[in-house]
């Protein structure tokens, strides 16, 4: 990727250059600046409305491109991983310079708009009940929900409508890029490994991250967001798991912009143009290998 479109993120981040207000920022600062971005950069860059939220905002993101092959990013499902939420939008602002050809991409840089805002992992649903997002999808080995936050639904609802074909889902912090499956199951291949593989190759090109299946490098999961979007749709789905660290500061932040902005893009570049035919479940749930959550996600 050329320097400029770096140095381009850099600067609309200039903004938030100290290191405490990278994680003082509010839902609001990054509604501004998607706006921003789509009043300096009219040819390329559109708002969308991906839905409602239980805190009263609709979710926001930007549409860059005007290809036929859509494909999404999806940040801070999590809402204290704020350093994803960073770089879903140096990477919107990378593509709003340069959109990738024939694409058009979607990067929504906050589900989770409660968490975001109070800096907690969990969304708080309708009745005020922490839920965690990530694990609220609909799945073929169980989930905490379906869906009882609207954020979920309505990311659900959208990666259907507007036919998604590869999407990433952005978190902090574990550095690796993975895909599915990643739930409790001891049945963790795809039809599709080695297609993975090669789209977290791309990925990982500068960052070096480890790449690999979701339930084996990280742990097993259930009502996860990439495991739902291939299962239920047959996208592509790749997990990134940024950085080494939930409290970034500007440096580390920077690095993962510059490490994962390529990265981001060579795997759209070269991910399949059509979804996977075969993406059921075949395999067989094993409850006992559902781990507690891990270090990284407290």
């Known amino acids: 990727m050329n320097s400029k479109y770096l140095i381009l993120a850099a600067c609309l981040l200039s903004g938030h250059a100290l290191a405490n207000e990278v994680a003082s920022k509010q839902y609001a600062d990054v509604k501004n600046y998607l706006h921003e971005l789509v009043r300096t950069h009219p040819d390329t860059t559109r708002s969308v409305i991906v839905g409602a939220s239980d805190s009263g905002d609709v979710i926001e993101g930007v549409i860059v491109g005007n290809g036929p092959v859509h494909n999404l990013v999806v940040a801070t499902h999590h809402g204290n991983e704020y350093g994803s939420t960073e770089v879903a939008m140096a990477f919107a602002a990378s593509l709003a310079e340069n959109p990738i050809e024939d694409q058009s991409v979607y990067v929504i840089p906050v589900l989770n708009i409660s968490g975001y805002n109070a800096k907690q992992r969990e969304e708080r649903d309708a009745r005020g009940i922490s ?152 395999g067989r749930c094993d409850v006992r290998r559902k781990a507690k959550l891990d270090k990284h996600d407290e």
Request: charged share 20%.
């Open 131 to 282: 839920r965690d997002p990530n694990r609220d999808y609909p799945g073929p080995c169980g989930t905490e929900g379906p869906h009882h936050l609207k954020s979920t639904a309505s990311l659900a609802k959208f990666i259907d409508k507007e036919n998604i074909i590869s999407t990433a889902t952005l978190h902090t912090y574990y550095p690796a890029v993975v895909y599915p499956w990643g739930l409790s199951t001891n049945d963790v291949s795809t039809p599709y490994d080695d297609l993975f593989k090669t789209m977290g190759n791309n990925a990982t090109e500068m960052s070096k991250y480890t790449v690999g299946n979701s339930a084996e490098v990280i742990y097993p999961a259930d009502g996860c967001y990439e495991d739902y979007a291939f299962w239920k749709t047959g996208a592509w789905a790749m997990l990134f798991e940024l950085g080494h660290s939930h409290r970034p500061t500007q440096g580390d932040v920077n690095e993962m912009i510059r490490t994962n902005v390529p990265g981001l893009r060579k795997m759209f570049e070269h991910a399949p143009r059509v979804k996977a035919e075969n993406h059921e479940f075949t």
